[in-house]
């Protein structure tokens, strides 16, 4: 999906866009990744893995930038992550 689509993206596809884009960041950074696992609206469900893994700041990865960034462009939307 371009730039010029997210306008008439579903929000799914929009929630799909962010979160690649944050795990591109998180990658290139610092060696670690987000994907989404599912998003039924109201609560994104979301894998760290990479660097992440093992990593004592995983929960401020999780909830500072991965949570943070979502909540920014979602505000409704409850973040929850599954064990990777």
């Known amino acids: 999906m371009t730039d010029n689509n997210i306008i008439d993206a579903t929000d799914e596809e929009r929630m799909q866009n962010l979160i690649d884009r944050l795990s591109a960041y998180i990658e290139q ?34 909830h500072g930038w991965v949570e943070g960034t979502i909540r920014q462009f979602f505000p409704e939307v409850r973040v929850e992550s599954v064990p990777s």
């Not at 987000?34 to 093992?54: R, Y």
């Open 29 to 62: 950074f610092h060696g670690g990744s987000v994907e989404m696992v599912d998003f039924d609206g109201e609560v994104v469900t979301v894998k760290l893995g990479g660097a992440c893994l093992g990593c004592p700041l995983l929960p401020s990865t999780l």
